[in-house]
């Protein structure tokens, strides 16, 4: 149902004219989905394209700011880190970001594919676009984007003296500056330099026990949670030889060092071992059962230090050579990734459950893509290479070191590929697309675990052990396209798309670890219509898409021995089917009115638990029915002293279930007890810009996130049996406001 009634203004500095043309009209917008420069409204497939001024009044810098740019994009904070992102497109999503699993949703920066979601969450400060692909993008893109992609634009460097900063304070003692500088060229070469730091305290504060008697109570060393403190930034330099040669090299780095975002105690099963009764229900053993709070505080108890520590880093190079006809483009990527985590996992100040973790991982990628027409026939072909490897090692404590568990694990990944995209102009209104890819994969896995208090070998899997496992897929495309007015296309596309297959690595079975898990497969059926109407003063794009998936990989948590381990099972098959509108309104050349709705159906085919065929009785992971977006953006004066802005933005999701668990029958980690209620967010900006100071302007901004205060709960975990039934919740922010202020040169 849904929580508390919200609606919300926002305003900013992106205003209709930023997406007028110079008729009065809507702009057109241009993006490279298919490798090459289109029209968004003749690109034959669903994408949302977010330009720099949308990004610019909203303040999204990175990915978990995102969630609210397309239709059926979830995008959720991972449990306890800050740094990695769940994301979910039309119903299919990666639930546990271990390093061994792959995303259903492939994200590129600059071209270069982030591997993990571990890590994918990182500052860019000077974002041109992002563009936001929904469906499988097997054919172009590749293995991991069985569900859709996000492709992230920086600006690039234009050789011209100019530039912005920026400088914040809110609530929660905020801070953030932000700038961006653009170098005037030297000879060939030219450079932008961009950057931001940000702080903020936590949004929970520690206070001891409050309940006495409860002699396992501990206090932590930590004093806020769900904190912010990141750093980060990008070097970008250009060379242009000549008009046919161009190099763009980058390098980013993004720096957080904070606390971990607090999970809260929200039920344990009455039955459980935790519950007044229960074996350590006790004043002196582990009563969690009165830490337990389904409504949102802002004080806590938790008794172990906590961090949540990233840095993420990489370059990239892309030469791009213009051969007439043709264009041939070179993109390299190399990335890595440190991560340093503690949890206080239970959220109680009883020693139950911790976690300390600590990762790395990098990745090399090469692509070649050859693209350009000849006569009615355009065209794109490419060859592509990644390579990553990666290793974790991990304690976990539980029951006041009645279990003491160290594990570690580590792993590869090849991969190559082939491709071919060809679109062909049968006459100058109807246009047929076909496309192929070839994938071929080998990942290998080791893992070691042993149980500190005992000293038994709970697994021991060396390097070589385990046969490497080797995966092929072909992802074909085939589009038709039909212009049935100069203002209006429709289209029906059919696609392949699949998820990597691969290794539990979190598993202490060594008959789990030799049998690697399939690759989830999708045969994607997709209709849609763009329009625009009204003199262009209204855009319409409608898509309605039917998936059938095979070999569904799900992610299930299970406390085994008291250690959890987050183990990947090919669940059987689904049908999910649904639609999509979006609209973008321009009523007069002040009031730019922005809107997208859509509807997912999701049913499971088969799921096989324990060989029993469970359909009817699982719920979906991470799968609203509906989600809707609107926004407002009015500038309601302006004049020799500049031009104020607000804007109206509510970002509103249906209820949905945060695991694929039973829905009648079960007595722990039942479907009910993880479902999260319907909600709204509402943001708020008001901007007055364009303030003349010479040949420069500045700009001042009153802003508010979550305006009215929202409570309700994104995200749950069930421990199960083992932990009592215990369930932990994470939280939507709290409401957030503060200042900006800008100047641009």
């Given at each position: 149902m849904l929580g508390a009634s919200v609606m919300a203004f926002t305003a900013s500095a992106a205003t209709a004219q930023d997406m007028a043309d110079a008729n009065g009209g809507l702009a057109d917008i241009v993006v490279t989905a298919q490798k090459r420069a289109q029209s968004l409204q003749d690109v034959p497939i669903a994408i949302t394209a977010v330009s720099e001024a949308f990004l610019d009044s909203r303040d999204i810098s990175s990915i978990n700011q995102m969630e609210s740019i397309a239709p059926n994009l979830r995008i959720t904070r991972s449990p306890g880190n800050g740094t990695t992102s769940s994301i979910a497109i039309r119903g299919s999503s990666t639930t546990n970001a271990v390093l061994t699993n792959d995303p259903t949703v492939g994200i590129y920066l600059d071209g270069i594919y982030i591997g993990k979601s571990q890590g994918s969450v990182f500052d860019v400060a000077d974002l041109e676009r992002i563009e936001v692909l929904r469906g499988p993008q097997g054919t172009l893109y590749g293995r991991n984007t069985l569900s859709g992609a996000l492709s992230l634009v920086t600006r690039k460097p234009s050789g011209e003296l100019g530039g912005k900063i920026e400088a914040s304070y809110g609530n929660y003692d905020y801070k953030r500056l932000r700038a961006s500088i653009d170098l005037p060229a030297l000879g060939i070469f030219s450079a932008k330099l961009s950057g931001q730091m940000q702080k903020r305290d936590g949004f929970y504060t520690a206070v001891p026990n409050p309940i006495p008697g409860v002699t396992n109570a501990g206090v932590s060393e930590d004093r806020s949670f769900d904190n912010l403190n990141t750093k980060g930034g990008m070097i970008q330099v250009r060379a242009e030889p000549n008009n046919d040669l161009t190099f763009d090299y980058s390098f980013d780095i993004s720096v957080s060092d904070q606390n971990m975002t607090y999970t809260q105690p929200y039920a344990v099963n009455?039955?459980?071992?935790?519950?007044?009764?229960?074996?350590?229900?006790?004043?002196?053993?582990?009563?969690?059962?009165?830490?337990?709070?389904?409504?949102?505080?802002?004080?806590?108890?938790?008794?172990?230090?906590?961090?949540?520590?990233?840095?993420?880093?990489?370059?990239?190079?892309?030469?791009?050579?213009?051969?007439?006809?043709?264009?041939?483009?070179?993109?390299?990527?190399?990335?890595?990734?440190?991560?340093?985590?503690?949890?206080?996992?239970?959220?109680?100040?009883?020693?139950?459950?911790?976690?300390?973790?600590?990762?790395?991982?990098?990745?090399?990628?090469?692509?070649?893509?050859?693209?350009?027409?000849?006569?009615?026939?355009?065209?794109?072909?490419?060859?592509?290479?990644?390579?990553?490897?990666?290793?974790?090692?991990?304690?976990?404590?539980?029951?006041?070191?009645?279990?003491?568990?160290?594990?570690?694990?580590?792993?590869?990944?090849?991969?190559?590929?082939?491709?071919?995209?060809?679109?062909?102009?049968?006459?100058?209104?109807?246009?047929l697309t076909g496309g192929l890819r070839y994938t071929h994969e080998t990942k290998t896995i080791e893992r070691s675990a042993t149980n500190l208090v005992s000293g038994a070998t709970l697994i021991d899997a060396p390097k070589g052990l385990v046969p490497e496992a080797k995966f092929n897929a072909v992802s074909p495309t085939a589009i038709a396209s039909y212009k049935a007015g100069d203002e209006t296309n429709i289209y029906a596309k059919f696609a392949k798309g699949f998820k990597s297959g691969g290794f539990n690595g979190e598993t202490n079975s060594i008959v789990e670890?030799?049998?690697?898990?399939?690759?989830?497969?999708?045969?994607?059926?997709?209709?849609?219509?763009?329009?625009?109407?009204?003199?262009?003063?209204?855009?319409?794009?409608?898509?309605?898409?039917?998936?059938?998936?095979?070999?569904?990989?799900?992610?299930?948590?299970?406390?085994?021995?008291n250690s959890a381990i987050g183990q990947v099972r090919n669940a059987g098959k689904a049908r999910i089917r649904g639609f999509e509108i979006e609209a973008t309104a321009q009523p007069s050349d002040d009031i730019l009115i922005q809107a997208s709705l859509s509807y997912t159906d999701p049913k499971y085919k088969e799921f096989i638990d324990n060989g029993v065929n469970q359909a009817d009785n699982r719920s979906f992971n991470r799968v609203p029915n509906y989600t809707a977006f609107s926004s407002v953006d009015w500038t309601a004066a302006r004049g020799d002293w500049g031009k104020l802005n607000l804007i109206a933005d509510v970002n509103f999701v249906s209820d949905y279930h945060t695991a694929a668990f039973a829905l009648r029958g079960a007595t722990y980690q039942r479907a009910q007890d993880t479902k999260v209620d319907g909600h709204a967010i509402v943001n708020a900006r008001i901007i007055v810009s364009e303030i003349p100071m010479g040949a420069s302007e500045a700009e001042i901004s009153l802003w508010s996130r979550n305006l009215f205060n929202s409570k309700a709960v994104d995200n749950f975990i069930d421990f199960g049996a083992g932990l009592g039934g215990l369930i932990t919740a994470s939280y939507v922010p709290p409401r957030t406001y503060g200042v900006t202020l800008g100047f641009k040169f």
């Open positions: 009455p039955n459980g071992i935790f519950a007044p009764g229960g074996v350590f229900g006790g004043l002196n053993s582990f009563p969690a059962h009165l830490y337990v709070n389904k409504t949102r505080h802002r004080q806590v108890h938790i008794d172990a230090p906590t961090r949540d520590y990233a840095k993420i880093w990489g370059h990239g190079l892309t030469v791009s050579y213009d051969l007439g006809e043709a264009t041939l483009k070179s993109i390299t990527g190399y990335r890595k990734l440190h991560f340093q985590g503690n949890q206080d996992t239970d959220g109680t100040p009883l020693p139950i459950f911790t976690a300390e973790r600590e990762s790395w991982y990098s990745a090399f990628s090469e692509e070649l893509q050859l693209t350009g027409s000849t006569g009615p026939v355009n065209y794109t072909l490419g060859l592509y290479y990644f390579k990553d490897k990666g290793r974790s090692e991990d304690t976990q404590l539980a029951l006041g070191g009645l279990s003491r568990v160290a594990a570690r694990y580590g792993f590869t990944g090849e991969s190559y590929a082939a491709f071919g995209q060809l679109d062909y102009d049968v006459t100058d209104r109807l246009t670890l030799l049998e690697p898990y399939r690759p989830e497969k999708v045969d994607a059926f997709e209709v849609g219509l763009k329009t625009r109407l009204l003199d262009n003063r209204l855009q319409l794009n409608v898509a309605g898409f039917w998936n059938e998936v095979k070999d569904m990989q799900l992610a299930v948590l299970r406390v085994v021995g």
